[in-house]
C-alpha cells in the first residue's frame, strides 16, 4: 500500500513563504512518473478543496486563489511532489494533503501538514 508523507508545513508571518513535501513510500510495484499528483487544503469548518496538481507529464493546475503565488513542482527520481508557496496570506492557513491518483483511478491521500498564516 502505498503511503504518502507531507512535511514542511508550520507558523509563518503575512508575506512569507513555506515549501511542503510529499514523498511517497512503500512504492513496491509503484511507477511514480505515471501518476498525477496533487496538493488540497481543508480549513477549519469548511470542505477540502484543490489548491494545485500536476500530471504525469509536467501540467500544472492551480486554484484561482493561488494563482501567481504558489508552484507545485515533482521529482520522479525521488518520487516526491512538492510546493513552494510564497506571499501567504492568512486565508491560505489550513491542512495541506497530498494526494497521488493512480492511472487507473485509486487515489492515495497522506495525513495532512498545518499550515498557520499569522502576525
Known amino acids: 500500500q502505498v503511503q504518502l508523507g507531507e512535511s514542511g508545513g508550520g507558523l509563518v508571518q503575512p508575506g512569507g513563504s513555506l515549501r511542503l513535501s510529499c514523498a511517497a513510500s512503500?512504492?513496491?510495484?509503484?511507477?511514480?512518473?505515471?501518476?498525477?499528483m496533487g496538493w488540497y487544503r481543508q480549513a477549519s469548518g469548511n470542505p477540502r478543496e484543490l489548491v494545485a496538481t500536476?500530471?504525469?507529464?509536467?501540467?500544472?493546475t492551480y486554484a484561482d486563489s493561488v494563482k501567481g503565488r504558489f508552484t507545485i513542482s515533482r521529482d520522479n527520481a525521488k518520487k516526491t511532489q512538492y510546493l513552494q508557496m510564497n506571499s501567504l496570506k492568512p486565508a491560505d492557513s489550513a491542512v495541506y494533503y497530498c494526494?497521488?491518483?493512480?492511472?487507473?483511478?485509486?487515489?492515495?491521500w497522506g495525513q495532512g501538514t498545518q499550515v498557520t498564516v499569522s502576525p
Open positions: 494526494n497521488a491518483q493512480a492511472p487507473w483511478g485509486k487515489a492515495y
Open positions: 512503500r512504492t513496491s510495484g509503484m511507477t511514480f512518473s505515471t501518476y498525477a
Open positions: 500536476i500530471g504525469s507529464g509536467g501540467t500544472t
